[in-house]
């Protein structure tokens, strides 16, 4: 039995309709329910699961949380998706989404929540066929309106809403917070020197330039995963806003604890680095690490989790996978390299003298070598990793939560993982059903292996001043908008020529 009809076979035992899950419903998520739903044959159907109401555009958050008047963009409605209740999910056949939370997930289920305790619904089991698993990281505390880092807390840090549902109402609420907090503070320290914390000092000092702000970054260059001209350029547009820039030195977090003002005081907290600089702050913007959204994952099969970095272990057809035991690998002395040499024996009438071997001991050919050890630059022999197949074929990980190869973590990659993983479902449904697909794909071909693009990223630098690189090229441009044009992206998620008061839905 193929994989496609043991999952079929598990699913039309509860429902007649064959279930494609898509956990999550951010960039990535809607790109993959939406290649699906195109895609899918008859007698299949889409199941968009996200625990908020509205398609939430993280990239403008922080813009958003400075300004006001436009935080109600942020929340774009799913579009060609129907809401479908926890209750009615299992008897709808036609593509729809639902609000909740997920609880588990297994090789062919997951199980639901509603988001808000003490709701009448109880939690739900769906069978699945395929799953395509969206579902991101933890966002860092200023942006994270779920309130998922529990760690280090301290009166400079920006308020949490106690009872956060996923709704478009409560998330307008939690950015307008974030804009008073921002508003009251005097002095603003911004932790991190990625894109985040670069464009939310870069907001502050445009928005309100009678503010001191400071942004510490523990490393020597801004935004370290890309050209050193984009630190360069980055570092001149935060000088310009009159951003102070402490680079290579870290927050000492102990230091949040010790109340450096009298109750009451309109001192500023004072802060330290780990160096002793000592730092002037009313409000504490911690833009650090993101922690991969993989819990389900890890509680499924803790093989398929890396523990280091908490991300998925996939293969380039974005399929879960469980990587093989690790070997210790084998480190060869020199004396043990000479003595192998010599005991070499080869079938040619005239000896090669030994200073001929070592000569060319640096390009020995791997059939030179014990078999299935080839020689990596090190020299250090290495087993390769050449098994395709997985447990878990009919499991896909996009995005933020995925170990894929070195990709930049970003919506732009989220998206093209998202599009290869829902292609090669539509292929292994074909395969297993000997029909068409949408797409034009051949049925004998294997299926697609993704691989990472050049890195690509876009900064703003205060209102209307940004930096970019595409394609190693980097620039800058003044062309900026207060709402970071915004409806380009309601556009792509379908509503073009949409107005400013239809962006309240």
Same mark, same amino acid.
């Given at each position: 039995?193929?994989?496609?009809? !043991?999952?079929?076979?598990?699913s039309?035992?509860?429902?007649?309709?064959r279930t494609?899950?898509v956990l999550?419903?951010?960039y990535?998520?809607?790109?993959a329910?939406q290649?699906l739903a195109?895609?899918?044959?008859?007698?299949w159907r889409?199941v968009?699961?996200d625990?908020n109401s509205?398609?939430?555009h993280?990239?403008?958050?922080?813009?958003?949380?400075?300004?006001p008047?436009?935080e109600?963009?942020a929340?774009?409605p799913?579009?060609?998706?129907?809401s479908c209740?926890?209750?009615?999910i299992?008897?709808?056949?036609?593509h729809?989404?639902?609000?909740a939370t997920i609880?588990?997930i297994?090789?062919?289920?997951?199980?639901?929540?509603p988001?808000?305790?003490?709701?009448?619904?109880?939690h739900l089991d769906?069978?699945f066929d395929?799953a395509?698993y969206?579902?991101?990281?933890?966002?860092?505390?200023?942006?994270d309106l779920?309130?998922h880092?529990?760690?280090?807390?301290?009166?400079?840090?920006?308020p949490t809403?106690s009872?956060?549902?996923g709704?478009?109402?409560e998330?307008i609420s939690s950015?307008?917070e974030r804009?008073?907090?921002?508003e009251a503070?005097k002095?603003v320290l911004?932790?991190?020197?990625?894109?985040?914390g670069?464009?939310?000092?870069s907001?502050i000092?445009?928005v309100?330039?009678?503010?001191h702000v400071?942004?510490?970054?523990?490393?020597?260059r801004?935004?370290?995963?890309?050209?050193?001209?984009?630190?360069?350029?980055?570092?001149?547009?935060?000088?310009?806003?009159?951003?102070?820039?402490?680079l290579?030195?870290?927050?000492?977090?102990?230091s949040l604890?010790? !109340?450096?003002a009298?109750?009451?005081s309109?001192?500023?907290?004072?802060?330290?680095?780990?160096f002793?600089?000592e730092i002037?702050?009313?409000?504490?913007?911690?833009?650090?690490?993101q922690?991969p959204?993989?819990g389900?994952?890890?509680?499924?099969d803790?093989r398929?989790?890396?523990?280091d970095t908490g991300?998925a272990h996939?293969?380039?057809t974005?399929?879960?996978?469980?990587?093989?035991p690790?070997i210790?690998?084998?480190?060869f002395?020199t004396?043990?390299?000479l003595?192998?040499?010599?005991n070499l024996?080869?079938?040619t009438?005239?000896g090669?003298?030994l200073?001929?071997l070592?000569?060319?001991?640096l390009?020995?050919?791997?059939?030179?070598?014990p078999?299935?050890?080839p020689?990596s630059?090190?020299?250090t022999?290495?087993?390769?990793y050449?098994s395709?197949?997985?447990l878990?074929?009919?499991?896909f990980?996009?995005?933020?939560a995925a170990?894929?190869?070195d990709?930049?973590k970003a919506?732009?990659?989220?998206?093209?993982?998202?599009?290869?993983a829902?292609?090669?479902?539509l292929?292994?449904?074909s395969r297993?059903?000997?029909?068409?697909?949408t797409d034009?794909g051949?049925?004998d071909?294997?299926l697609?292996?993704y691989?990472?693009?050049?890195?690509a990223?876009?900064v703003t630098?205060?209102?209307?001043?940004?930096?970019?690189?595409v394609d190693g090229?980097?620039?800058? !441009?003044?062309d900026?908008v207060?709402?970071?044009?915004?409806?380009v992206?309601?556009?792509?998620c379908g509503m073009?020529?949409?107005?400013?008061?239809e962006m309240?839905a």
């Open positions: 039995m193929s994989v496609a009809t !043991k999952a079929s076979y598990l039309s035992t509860t429902c007649p309709t494609v899950v999550g419903g951010s990535g998520g809607s790109r329910a290649v195109e895609g899918l044959p008859q007698g889409v968009l699961v625990r509205h398609r939430n993280f990239y403008n958050f922080s813009r958003y949380a400075v300004l008047g436009h109600h963009k929340f774009i799913y579009k060609n998706f129907p209740s926890l209750s009615d299992s008897s709808c056949s036609s729809v989404r639902v609000q609880i588990s297994d090789s062919h289920r997951i199980t639901l929540s988001n808000l305790p003490g709701s009448q619904q109880s769906l069978d395929y395509i969206a579902l991101g990281s933890h966002l860092p505390q200023p942006i779920w309130n880092q529990k760690g280090v807390k301290s009166s400079l840090e920006l809403i009872m956060y549902g709704t478009k109402s998330g950015l307008r804009q008073k907090s921002i503070a002095s911004v932790v991190g020197g990625g894109a985040l670069i464009q939310f000092a907001d000092a445009a309100y330039p009678q503010k400071t942004l510490l970054h523990s490393r020597r801004l935004l370290p995963k890309f050209d050193d001209a984009m630190h360069e350029e980055t570092l001149q547009g935060l000088q310009e806003l009159n951003v102070q820039v402490i290579g030195e870290r927050l000492d977090f102990e604890q010790h !109340k450096s009298m109750p009451g309109s001192e500023p907290r004072v802060v330290r680095t780990l002793g600089r002037s702050a009313d409000l504490l913007l911690l833009c650090t690490g922690t959204n993989t389900l994952l890890r509680n499924m803790p398929t989790v890396s523990p991300l996939v293969l380039r974005m399929q879960l996978c469980v990587p093989p690790s210790e690998p084998l480190e002395q004396d043990d390299i003595q192998w040499l010599m024996t080869f079938d009438e005239e090669i003298e200073p001929e070592l000569a060319s001991s390009s020995i050919a791997h059939a030179d070598i078999s299935g050890s020689v630059s090190t020299g022999l290495i087993e390769p050449s395709q197949k997985t878990y074929p009919n499991i990980v996009v995005g933020d170990d894929a190869f990709a930049i919506g732009h990659t989220s998206y093209y993982q998202a599009e290869v829902a292609r090669n479902i292929r292994l449904i297993d059903e000997k029909v068409g697909i034009g051949n049925l071909s294997g697609e292996e691989a990472p693009g050049p890195p990223i876009k630098l205060g209102m209307t001043k940004s930096v970019y690189e090229v980097v620039d800058t !441009k003044n900026g207060e709402d970071l044009g915004v409806a992206m309601w556009a792509a073009r020529d949409v107005s400013e008061e309240f």
